[in-house]
């Protein structure tokens, strides 16, 4: 028995000897890409669009590591797509000033041609993509939820019978409804000088609360990589694809939730391009996930093969689709925006100068005879729906 305690006892101080030695020797690492110059390589994001609508193309540059996060444009550069047989092409105008994004309204593809993207730069330096075929997206199927885990979860559903395998990435924009917890009938008016000076209606006339302040909508445009690949399975079928998770008594079914997925039938060299990205962009977290590695995209500079792009351009088509989730369709959701307790102020120039900077807005009131004496202020939050969104309507709502 005290040999057993005996190795044990030894084993220990080896583990707690090395834990030591391991927390002693931690150095700070610094990338080496944090060395290299300010604005670094090209970036080019879009893709040559073979459907109907604009082709756009973003193009900037990289930045160190330890720079801001903006976003340095490649501005006023030519590009154009240009074919095999039509090698004249087609030029992209940069829409606005310096903003790095150029368009087309309009393309006219053949089908029998192939395509690349051409990018002249300022500096005088020309990078070409490699040609693509002309290629279109199949219909999406549908865009179908259901409830899981007391959320929702959502998918996408579509599938190709034209060929085999098949490569997808998907896209979302996610838009939902939501109203203040209190509705605002009074606000404050200054004096000549600046000051509040008193509480009053908002709307003298009808007495109604101001909607602009109470109904407002949310739009949020994820960033992160979705592809699918159908190479290992029996048929080119995309079915079940989850989305997006909508959390149990997210404020996004409130009232009214909307999606429109994005569907975008692409290569081989593309899905993976796109895969590797997104393993070096969400994956990185522990030893356990995928380690960083270069990703290499299908744009290059002749003049210097070894010059590095960040991109992948081929030609692809974006088909839409887009359903709306009601609060009455999801039973037992519950959200309510959680407020601080409100406070009453007397409707006097002095009591009213005291919250003056105080990010509140008056919501209610209690009548002295026929004048407003007092006032029910709040956080913005809960009476100004602005504060988390926009009040202008969206054109699809």
Known sequence: MKKQLHVRFRVTAVI??????????????????????????VVVDGFINSGVGPTTISLSRSTKLSA????????????RVVGKINTTGFLLTETGTNTGIYTNPQLTLSPTDQYRLYIKTTA????????????????IDSVSW??????????????????????????????????????????????????????GFRDSGTYSFDNSLYQCWKTVIPTNILVYSTEKLTSNLVSLYPLVFIEPGSWKLGIRYSIILKSYYTSRENYRFLEQLRKNTE???SIFD??????????????????????????????????????????????RNVCEPEFIVANVPDSLLGISGIPTTVYSFAFNGSSIA??????????????????????FW
């Open 16 to 41: 707690c000897l090395l834990l030591c030695c391991v927390i002693a020797c931690r150095e700070k690492y610094v990338p080496q890409l944090i060395n290299e110059p300010t604005t670094g390589y």
């Open 124 to 139: 005088g330096k020309e990078y070409y993509s490699d040609y693509s075929d002309v290629r279109s997206t199949p219909d």
């Open 374 to 395: 007092k006032a029910n202020f709040a956080g913005s939050g809960c009476v100004d729906c602005t504060t988390r969104g926009t009040n202008k309507k969206p054109v």
């Open 283 to 285: 994956q990185l977290g």
């Open 146 to 199: 259901r409830v899981e885990n007391g959320g929702v979860q959502i998918y996408a559903n579509t599938h190709n019978t034209q060929s085999s395998p098949g490569f997808y990435q998907f896209k979302y924009e996610e838009t939902w409804e939501f109203h203040s917890t209190y509705q605002s009938f009074l606000k404050i008016y200054n004096d000549a000088l600046g000051f509040p000076h008193h509480v």
């Open 290 to 335: 995928a380690q960083p590695s270069e990703t290499i995209g299908n744009i290059h500079n002749p003049a210097n093969i070894a010059e590095p792009v960040i991109g992948f351009i081929e030609i692809t088509e974006e088909k839409q689709k887009r359903i709306f989730i009601d609060n009455s369709q999801v039973r037992f959701w519950t959200y």
């Open 68 to 79: 801001a996060a903006t976003i340095v444009r490649e501005t006023k550069a030519t590009v």
